[in-house]
């Protein structure tokens, strides 16, 4: 199939905090190779500005998920998520997206391949890069996705309707481990960390470790190159103990900065994608910050003594606003386990219809 002159089906959805392109499998080439160079010319990369692509000239709405029906009984759709670069023709799989997670219920409704029910709907979704499972439930009055809705999440414009997502076997989602390291804390660079995986594989560190209050803006830690640089060999080497090898052309792992809450929430983040600071904070990455707060002897772990022991939902700072999290440990038993985790999301759909690759 010759895709410059036919085109390939395409839906753009904003998930969350990001935005991107939804596939079918079936409408991409097998070959994963023809497929990735199907994608990066579909967004435009390379090119800082991706002004010949779909792309919006920043990894967060360079995303692509692939959805396909899952050949498991107790599960409805496979969910592969691909990061793609920007000025670089890079595409990796090393890792989830919990924001773009949060379209791929609707995304399988509206192309019939999960049946809608009146009022409600939940999909069970394997995420192909972990192999494990999230369950998506939102609105479908009279078997219809619906939009619309009064929820707001930090970072997006206006409210949209609710979309719950409930994660199981999340632990060591790129590392097969809950702490990959084997321990609590760590020490990288003369850093005292913490490297956790429960759906994605994240370095914690205390802002002032890195001379910086925790409060700076988006701009002011993109502008600081030598901090930039600083970050980049710092999570190379957790990467390092943590087993992932060469990470040093993928996305992962992130590193999440923390501080004390100063916007009414319980912990204020800083997050590196994986170099470049995030303007928000990623879903899987915000759930990974707190479950490895909530280990005693976790760098962060002093953060938590205020927290309401009623609740186990986590109100988590970023520098747009704010992402409630739940999550709940059990540290009695080594190595800890995971209980549950979960996250309200939104998504609206943008466009459906036939991309062009340049």
């Known amino acids: 199939m010759d895709y410059d002159d036919t085109g390939v089906r395409c839906t753009m959805l904003r998930g969350g905090t990001s935005r991107g392109l939804f596939f079918e499998a079936r409408d991409l080439p097998e070959d994963p190779a023809e497929r990735d160079d199907l994608l990066l010319r579909l967004m435009g990369t390379p090119d800082p500005r991706q002004i010949d692509g779909l792309g919006g000239s920043t990894t967060l709405t360079s995303k692509v998920a692939i959805v396909s029906p899952s050949p498991a009984d107790d599960v409805d759709v496979d969910y592969l998520f691909l990061q793609l670069g920007v000025d670089e023709a890079t595409v990796s799989d090393r890792q989830?997206?919990?924001?773009?997670?949060?379209?791929?219920?609707?995304?399988?409704?509206?192309?019939?391949?999960?049946?809608?029910?009146?009022?409600?709907?939940?999909?069970?979704?394997?995420?192909?890069?972990?192999?494990?499972?999230?369950?998506?439930?939102?609105p479908t009055p009279g078997g219809r996705v619906e939009y619309r809705g009064d929820v707001g999440i930090a970072g997006v414009p206006g409210t949209a309707a609710p979309i719950v997502l409930a994660f199981t076997d999340t632990e060591g989602s790129a590392t097969g481990a809950l702490l990959p390291t084997g321990n609590v804390r760590d020490r990288v660079e003369g850093i005292e960390v913490t490297c956790v995986d429960n759906g994605m594989p994240v370095v914690l560190a205390l802002a002032e470790s890195f001379g910086l209050t925790g409060y700076e803006s988006h701009e002011e830690l993109a502008a600081d190159s030598s901090l930039?640089?600083?970050?980049?060999?710092?999570?190379?080497?957790?990467?390092?103990?943590?087993?992932?090898?060469?990470?040093?052309?993928?996305?992962?792992?992130?590193?999440v900065l923390l501080s004390a809450p100063r916007d009414g929430g319980q912990v204020c983040t800083r997050s590196f994608i994986p170099v470049q600071p995030h303007s928000s904070i990623g879903v899987l990455g915000a759930v990974s910050v707190v479950t490895g707060m909530l280990l005693p002897g976790a760098v962060g772990h002093e953060l938590t003594a205020d927290w309401p022991a009623d609740t186990s939902r986590v109100d988590v700072e970023h520098p747009t606003g704010h992402l409630v999290v739940d999550v709940v440990v059990d540290g009695s038993v080594t190595p800890p386990r995971v209980v549950r985790s979960g996250v309200v999301r939104t998504a609206r759909k943008l466009f459906d219809g036939t991309a062009y690759p340049r």
Request: glycine share 10%; with cysteine.
């Open 228 to 255: 930039l640089e600083r970050v980049d060999a710092f999570r190379r080497k957790a990467a390092e103990l943590m087993g992932m090898g060469d990470v040093s052309a993928a996305s992962v792992p992130k590193t």
């Open 96 to 138: 989830n997206c919990g924001n773009m997670l949060s379209g791929i219920g609707p995304f399988a409704v509206e192309r019939g391949l999960v049946p809608a029910a009146d009022g409600e709907t939940s999909v069970r979704i394997r995420m192909v890069n972990s192999d494990s499972v999230a369950v998506a439930t939102f």
